[in-house]
C-alpha cells in the first residue's frame, strides 16, 4: 500500500510543502445533508451526481487541448458504475471539445496518491465546517478556486 507521506508526527503541513508549488485548484461543495437525509424521495446516487455537476460547472473544460482524465475514487462496482460513467461521459462530452480525448476511471484511494490528497484536502473542508476547525484548512486555503454551499443558505 502507499500512503501520502506525513511526517513523523502526522502533520499535514509536511504533505502541503511537497506539493504547494503544483499548479492545481480545489473546487469544493459543502453539503448540508441534514435537508436530505430524511426526505422520503432521497436517492443518494442522484445527489452525488447532482454534485459533481456542479464541480464540473466550475471547470473551465472548454479549454482543454489535449485530454480530459477524470479519476474518482472506487464507490461501487459493475452496472451502476456503468450507468454513472455513462451519464457523466454525456456531461463531459458536452462542455470538452470533440477532438479532445476522455478517460473516466475509478481507483481505490489506498493505491491512488492524487485521491489520497483529495482526501486530505477534504478533511480539512470538513473539519471547517463541522468542527470549526481551520488549522489544516487555512493552511491550504489558496488553492480552493470555488467553495459553494448546498443548498445556498
Do not use: C
Amino acid at each position: 500500500m502507499h500512503y501520502l507521506y506525513l511526517d513523523e508526527s502526522g502533520d499535514q503541513r509536511y504533505f502541503f510543502r511537497q506539493v504547494a508549488n503544483v499548479p492545481f485548484h480545489l473546487y469544493t461543495v459543502i453539503l448540508d445533508k441534514t435537508r436530505f437525509v430524511n426526505h422520503h424521495d432521497f436517492s443518494q446516487h442522484r445527489l452525488y451526481r447532482f454534485l459533481i455537476q456542479l464541480v464540473l460547472k466550475e471547470l473551465s473544460l472548454g479549454l482543454a487541448s489535449m485530454s480530459v482524465n477524470l479519476v474518482l475514487d472506487r464507490r461501487t462496482g459493475g452496472a451502476s458504475v456503468q450507468e454513472f460513467n455513462k451519464s457523466l461521459r454525456l456531461q463531459l462530452e458536452a462542455q470538452i471539445p470533440p477532438h479532445v480525448p476522455l478517460f473516466i476511471g475509478h481507483r481505490d484511494s489506498i493505491q491512488t496518491r492524487p485521491l489520497q490528497a483529495v482526501d486530505l484536502f477534504a478533511w480539512g473542508v470538513f473539519r471547517k465546517y463541522e468542527l470549526g476547525d481551520t488549522e489544516w484548512y487555512e493552511v491550504f486555503r489558496e488553492k480552493i478556486a470555488s467553495e459553494k454551499m448546498y443548498p445556498e443558505k
